[in-house]
């Protein structure tokens, strides 16, 4: 079983910045895509970034140039840095990991208001 513990939310203004933190339980080169969800409320989850074993990312349109999503595998983590941020951001940000089947974190609350 892979437990992801996500850290780093919180509220912040239009145009500023946030870092969230993915620790999973298992050694992070065990895992194959790692990434980041979000639902905002009333809406259905949708998907943000990922990125591959061997560091390769991918956006959705929306956050291409904003967002940069990295990962440590000796560290067992995924980071999304978030930037220019937009009240449009504003969701519970889940993180995945994919070994078998996908495991998701509890979620954590990004608010961009001014």
């Known amino acids: 079983q892979v437990q992801l513990v996500e850290s780093g939310g919180g509220s912040v203004q239009p145009g500023g910045s946030l870092r969230l933190s993915c620790a999973a339980s298992?050694?992070?080169?065990?895992?194959?895509?790692m990434g980041w969800y979000r639902q905002a409320l009333g809406k259905q989850r949708e998907y943000v970034a990922a990125i591959s074993r061997g560091g390769s990312p991918h956006y959705v349109d929306s956050v291409k140039g904003r967002f940069i999503i990295s990962r440590n595998n000796l560290q067992n983590t995924v980071t999304l840095q978030m930037n220019s941020l937009k009240p449009e951001d504003t969701a519970v940000y889940y993180c995945?990991?994919?070994?078998?089947?996908?495991?998701w974190g509890q979620g954590t609350q990004v608010t961009v208001s001014s």
């Open positions: 995945y990991a994919d070994r078998n089947d996908r495991h």
């Open positions: 298992v050694s992070g080169f065990s895992l194959n895509a």
